[in-house]
């Protein structure tokens, strides 16, 4: 079992940037992978971006495509997730989520699809 060690995360203005970490804790595979989704108070859980555990095969939300970028460090098993040019419509608590087994693939979008879960981070940003 996989579980993410996540990090980062704060306070921003808009406009402004934040960066967050996810850690692998446990060994993967290359079929493994791993998704970033967000939480808004009252609001379901929702997609934000995912790839594999060397940050490749990154894949988008819309509503943050061409702001939001993956970036991977292969040896540590570790991705980052650099916010770019942040609305306050982003404000949420962000959980990186590990993925595995039979009903994941690299591309998921489900939450639950995903096996284990970190505790979340907030993330606000002001107008």
């Known amino acids: 079992q996989v579980q993410p060690i996540q990090s980062g995360g704060g306070l921003a203005q808009a406009g402004g940037s934040l960066r967050l970490s996810c850690a692998a804790s446990?060994?993967?595979?290359?079929?493994?992978?791993m998704a970033w989704f967000r939480q808004a108070p009252g609001k379901e859980r929702k997609f934000v971006a995912g790839?594999?555990?060397?940050?490749?095969?990154?894949y988008y939300a819309d509503s943050v495509k061409g702001r939001f970028t993956i970036s991977g460090d292969n040896a540590e098993n570790t991705v980052n997730l650099q916010m770019n040019s942040l609305k306050p419509e982003d404000t949420a608590v962000y959980f990186c989520?590990?993925?595995?087994?039979?009903?994941?693939?690299?591309?998921?979008?489900?939450?639950?699809?995903?096996?284990?879960w970190g505790p979340g981070t907030q993330v606000t940003v002001s107008s």
């Open positions: 989520a590990a993925g595995w087994g039979q009903s994941y693939y690299i591309g998921s979008r489900r939450a639950s699809d995903f096996g284990s």
């Open positions: 446990g060994h993967t595979f290359s079929s493994y992978g």
């Open positions: 790839s594999g555990w060397d940050g490749r095969r990154a």
